[in-house]
């Protein structure tokens, strides 16, 4: 998910490109079947929209579709990757949103609640779980621990927030992607690891790293046994 319009927050320039690069990264070496929002098709081929727009309502019912699919074929492993603004209430308790494009704060629309994300992966039958936060205050998922899906057994998980709940995540100033979704594509890129894979624990090693004296720290969560996110295919795994 890479949202870039918004009605009544303001336009960010890198959450399209982010997550197109994600996606394109974990179809060609991820093997994972990939659903973009907003999607467009140009000449035939899938990509993240500009000029699109996603509500509330869309992502929240891709997000049931994914962690929470209808029928017996269940996937192995489900990933959330969403770039756009993050948003924190202050009602009594603190709360963490998702904006989406209708969001309007002044109209009590904030988005998508992470406290209502942590309760669906509480509830999924998906074994691996993967969901990397590239937003202001996406830390705040990770302080929900009343609500945390990795008190079960049997199930793997990475939680990835590009910022702690009270820091700003940044877009890089000379490129076209964010700095956290620099590193992570970086960190996913199977040709540069030992054996020709990349696992949780490797990835946030290496974004751990490449973040190193930024200004914005990213947080980590990894439970369970290894969830393998991509690998060299091909020739080359045979030769490595």
């Known amino acids: 998910v890479g949202i870039y319009q918004y009605q009544a927050l303001p336009g960010l320039n890198a959450p399209a490109a982010d997550a197109e690069a994600v996606a394109a990264r974990l179809q060609t070496q991820g093997e ?31 997000l049931v579709q994914l962690f929470k699919p209808k029928g017996k074929n269940i996937a192995t492993t489900a990933l959330f990757y969403f770039s756009g603004h993050g948003l924190q209430r202050e009602a009594g308790i603190q709360e963490g949103y998702l904006a989406t494009s209708d969001t309007d704060p002044s109209k009590g629309n904030f988005g998508v609640s992470l406290f209502w994300l942590r309760r669906l992966l509480q509830q999924s039958p998906v074994r691996q779980l993967v969901i990397i936060l590239d937003c202001c ?14 008190a079960r057994s049997g199930i793997d998980r990475l939680f990835m927030a590009a910022s702690r709940e009270y820091e700003s995540a940044y877009e890089a100033l000379d490129g076209r ?64």
């Open 32 to 62: 994972f079947r990939v659903h973009r929002l907003p999607e467009v098709i140009n000449s035939g081929r899938a990509s993240v929209g500009k000029r699109r727009a996603v509500t509330t309502a869309m992502l929240e019912e891709s």
């Open 137 to 150: 205050h996406s830390g705040e998922l990770l302080s929900f621990s009343d609500a945390d899906p990795g």
């Open 177 to 240: 992607h964010s700095v956290f979704t620099e590193a992570l594509l970086s960190g996913l890129e199977p040709y540069k690891q030992d054996g020709g894979k990349v696992s949780n624990y490797g990835l946030t090693e290496h974004v751990s790293q490449h973040l190193r004296g930024e200004i914005q720290q990213p947080l980590f969560e990894s439970s369970g046994s290894e969830i393998v996110l991509t690998r060299v295919s091909g020739l080359k795994a045979a030769f490595s």
